[in-house]
């Protein structure tokens, strides 16, 4: 709903939420379109009914890893090296 109000994307749209909160935003793409598009989020801004509507979206479900839980995750796949040879 609110990407066709302001005639952007939702991925441009929980960039901005993310911004008005003042979240670090690092979005991550190969695609010189996208990458385009996700600084395309200056031009308008969420009012605070918006706000409240997409935070109120949670679901207290975490969609990235810490880099410490990303390197135990990685550790674990790595097989143990023998130092006997």
Known sequence: KLANKYGKTPAQIIIR????RNVIVIPKSVHEDRIKSNFDVFDFTLDDEEMAEIAAL???KRYYTSTSELLKKYAEM???VDTQE
Do not use: A, E, G, T
């Open 17 to 20: 939420w993310n911004i008005q």
């Open 58 to 60: 949670d679901r207290n």
């Open 78 to 80: 790595v097989p143990p």
